[in-house]
């Protein structure tokens, strides 16, 4: 594979914002239940499927059955984790709006660091096939 391949070019970061639409999704609903009896919080722990997805693509390729086949990446599966809550309410939820905010807050910001670098590698890619 060239060095001009899209893997090389837009390293994680195409997954990164999939994992980071995902996990957008989760806190959400946990905001959204935060007055739901009972409902236990969720997150999806991107660091751990980062650090999968870097070994992953270091170690494991799908074969290709013609050499102008662009190279398969294998999808992470996501783990969903429950959250464990500073001070569980008696109601059994253990949704703290104040810690769902802060990580919705954290990830948004993450997934718009990841689009304006792939925004502007796409940017370049394109102006260098066009010669300007």
């Known amino acids: 594979m060239s060095a001009l391949g899209f ?45 999968g997805e870097v070994s992953r693509q270091q170690n ?12 398969g990446r294998v999808q992470a599966t996501e783990e969903m984790l429950y959250r464990h809550p500073l001070q569980p309410s008696i109601d059994g939820n253990t949704v703290d709006v104040n810690v769902e905010n802060a990580e919705f807050t954290k990830n948004a910001m993450g997934y718009n660091a990841s689009f304006d670098f792939l925004n502007r590698k796409f940017r370049g890619l394109t102006s260098a096939l066009r010669g300007d």
């Open 60 to 71: 494991m390729s799908v074969a290709q059955t013609n050499e102008r086949h662009i190279p």
């Open 7 to 51: 893997n090389h070019s837009l390293g994680i970061h195409d997954n990164a914002l999939l994992v980071r639409a995902k996990r957008s999704e989760v806190l959400a609903n946990n905001l959204a239940n935060a007055d739901t009896p009972n409902f236990k919080a969720r997150d999806i722990d991107f660091q751990a499927m980062l650090r």
